[in-house]
């Protein structure tokens, strides 16, 4: 058996580092501070969560396509690294373009350009560990591949907060391009594939229809789901606690709904039978995107609750500061989790996860400091560890090697789905109840996201990854 090293181990997940400081600086820092420059300050909710989900939107088609694409490369380089070469080079210049933004839709159109670009190259990444680590050691591959996404939520804190948060968003956006520079060179330079030898034959057009298919159904989905909760606010006008109370309740249901019918009939499309089949891979990304959409909606309005629910004078320094503990305490999980995955299983560590951040976000509703809030984000972090170890383990384990690109793509509904649930539909919500007290919206959809994280937990009862290889292993016989 070939075993993998731990140089190996960090050379196939660098470019995680680079995308994932990127992510970390843009989403919870950058992003939610020039909104707030651009927007009055009543729709800034609003105004970030449709750039957030229209971006996203691109990420779903953009990103299983990189994927199924990668997967049939011949290209000298390998089948991974051409793509991520050159979304890297697009990066560069988006992110320019995002630097030099006078206003909020010019902001839009380069965030939209950089999904974009940023999602060639991450789709053709997840396919690394697949196509390179033997799948006895994806648990520990996993782990290092979560130290990357995690390392830069502490790196931030010293670097890229620091700069917003003095006003120098041009320096912040320059090092975040640095980031994505270096980790790619690295990519390209350490990282040894193996051409593919032969073209598939299979058409490529029926499965580029079902991706688009799949992002328009999750899409009108989701719209259908949030309508629910705008239309639930005027049928109640006048009626104002009943309202209250009912709105609040109708944006669970709309972002579960959402989430749970959305993949599955997104998946169905997206893969065909295989989704039929393989009930466990849908129901795994379904329990991914629960999880995702609460953790990553916290977030990104993370910012915007510490300065008006705490009144926290400098928001986007004191926002670094928060993701670099609960950064310390996440990469103190991840390699213990990713051990923890390959020796006593997934799913129980999976679950546990849930359950943990759901505790860590509800006790946020008692949170009068930052001293207060840091406890929660340390809960939460802790969760965050196990969960992006050992949930990504599990994910590796339920998918066709030959097709790892193609399926991990579609994986992406809970990558970038969640920001289109979370964001789409809390951001919304958060300015209505706003609205009627500030700071309000904020810990209604904090304890909506905390229902999100029991609920991962939950749906975790329908992944069954040994009758998956079973059935893998009978059909390669």
């Avoid at 995680?16 to 909104?35: D, H, K, Q, R």
């Avoid at 790619?184 to 058409?203: A, N, Q, S, W």
Wanted: aromatic fraction near 10%; include cysteine; hydrophobic fraction near 55%.
């Amino acid at each position: 058996m070939k075993r993998t090293g731990i140089v190996q181990y960090i050379t196939y997940n660098i470019y995680w580092l680079g995308l994932n400081m990127a992510t970390g600086s843009l989403t919870p820092i950058i992003l939610p501070y020039l909104v707030a420059l651009f927007v009055p300050e009543a729709v800034k909710g609003t105004a970030l969560g449709t750039l957030r989900s229209a971006g996203l939107i691109i990420a779903i088609i953009v990103q299983p396509t990189a994927g199924l694409l990668s997967d049939r490369s011949t290209l000298r380089w390998g089948r991974r690294r051409p793509f991520i070469f050159v979304g890297t080079v697009l990066d560069l210049v988006f992110l320019a373009l995002i630097a030099l933004a006078p206003g909020y839709w010019w902001l839009f159109a380069a965030v939209l350009l950089l999904q974009f670009s940023s999602n060639i190259a991450h789709g053709a990444l997840q396919g690394i560990i697949p196509d390179l680590v033997p799948e006895e050691q994806r648990g520990r591959a996993s782990g290092v591949k979560a130290m990357m996404e995690l390392l830069p939520v502490i790196l931030t804190a010293f670097t890229t907060a620091r700069l917003v948060g003095a006003g120098h968003v041009g320096a912040a956006i320059l090092l975040v391009i640095g980031s994505l520079l270096v980790t790619m060179l690295i990519t390209m330079r350490y990282v040894r594939e193996e051409p593919l030898r032969e073209k598939v034959d299979e058409p490529l057009s029926p499965a580029l229809v079902r991706i688009v298919l799949l992002t328009l159904i999750f899409v009108a989905v989701t719209a259908i789901f949030g309508g629910l909760v705008g239309f639930t606010g005027k049928l109640l006008e006048g009626r104002k606690v009943l309202q209250l109370v009912s709105v609040g309740l109708a944006g669970l249901v709309a972002m579960a709904g959402a989430i749970i019918l959305g993949v599955w009939w997104s998946a169905r499309v997206g893969i065909g039978e295989g989704a039929r089949k393989y009930s466990s891979f849908t129901w795994w990304v379904v329990n991914r995107l629960l999880y995702l959409a609460a953790v990553g909606s916290i977030q990104g309005f993370a910012q915007y609750f510490l300065k008006d629910v705490l009144g926290v004078p400098n928001a986007p320094a004191a926002t670094g500061s928060l993701m670099m503990v609960v950064g310390v305490f996440t990469l103190l999980a991840a390699l213990p989790g990713g051990w923890l995955a390959d020796k006593i299983g997934r799913k129980p560590l999976v679950a546990l996860a849930g359950v943990v951040a759901a505790i860590g976000t509800f006790l946020l509703f008692f949170a009068h400091s930052m001293m207060m809030v840091t406890v929660c984000g340390v809960i939460i972090g802790l969760s965050v560890g196990i969960f992006m170890t050992t949930n990504w383990a599990l994910g590796t384990d339920l998918v066709p090697p030959a097709e790892a690109g193609r399926y991990l793509g579609i994986s992406n509904l809970a990558g970038a789905g969640a920001g289109i649930v979370g964001a789409g539909i809390g951001g919304p919500m958060a300015d209505f109840f706003n609205a009627y007290r500030p700071g309000l919206g904020y810990l209604v959809i904090f304890a909506i996201y905390g229902a999100l994280f029991l609920l991962s937990s939950l749906t975790l009862v329908k992944v069954q990854p040994g009758r998956w290889a079973r059935e893998r292993g009978a059909e390669a016989s």
